[in-house]
């Protein structure tokens, strides 16, 4: 089985998902499967530009990702949300363990591209009409009611609006994602597409 990662055909026809040699149909619409051979890796996967959801810094202090094994070719973003999310940790042990990861990742900072009230820094964002980032929210809301879903639509509007590959175990907002013309895989899709652009 090939890499499973937005992409496009050799043929210049976009389309995402996995490379099998059959099509079938998912929910409210047509998810079409390509043979290896038809798959080239993405621009932005080229680009090596990387943002990291919150729950990867988990994965990563629990031994799921090898922080020393992460491709330095790579450029890694992070806005002040995941921060913020890391320093709301309640177990204290486990918050100043996830700050040590958090800081040992080689990321850059970058803002928000929209501003939420009693969530979003006035130094940290940017000012938007909110239509896309309500679209995201909206988006969410109907795959998973979450009371998170207003940061992880901060989350989500970054990598969605600046090409970016967002790297996510969470279901919902990897499907939001791709849904909104954005890339983002798992964790373990990560790990393999690194292995192949080493």
């Known amino acids: 089985m090939a890499l499973p990662v937005p992409c496009s055909r050799r043929d210049g026809k976009k389309t995402r998902g996995w490379s099998l040699r059959r099509e079938v149909w998912g929910k ?6 390509f043979p290896a051979s038809d798959i080239v890796l993405p621009i932005d996967m080229q680009a090596k530009a990387v943002m990291f959801d919150t729950n990867i810094f988990n994965r ?3 031994g799921k990702i090898d922080i020393d094994s992460l491709n330095r070719n790579f450029s890694y973003y992070v806005t002040h949300i995941q921060c913020d999310e890391i ?3 309640k177990d204290f042990v486990r918050k100043e363990r996830l700050k040590a990861v958090f800081k040992k990742v080689p990321q850059s900072q970058v803002p928000t591209e929209s501003a939420v009230i009693g969530i979003s820094r006035v130094d940290e964002c940017k000012i938007s009409d909110g239509s ?4 995201i929210r909206s988006l969410l809301d109907s795959k998973k009611k979450d009371k998170n879903n207003c940061k992880n639509a901060l989350i989500a509007e970054m990598p969605i609006k600046n090409g970016c590959i967002l790297v996510t175990d969470d279901c919902a907002l990897k499907e939001t994602v791709i ?3 954005g890339k983002a895989v798992s964790s373990a899709e990560f790990k393999r597409m690194t292995n ?3």
């Open 28 to 33: 409210n619409k047509q998810i079409t499967f």
């Open 60 to 62: 990563i202090l629990d």
């Open 87 to 89: 320093c709301k940790t």
């Open 132 to 135: 896309f980032y309500k679209e």
């Open 179 to 181: 849904e909104l013309g």
């Open 196 to 198: 192949i652009v080493e």
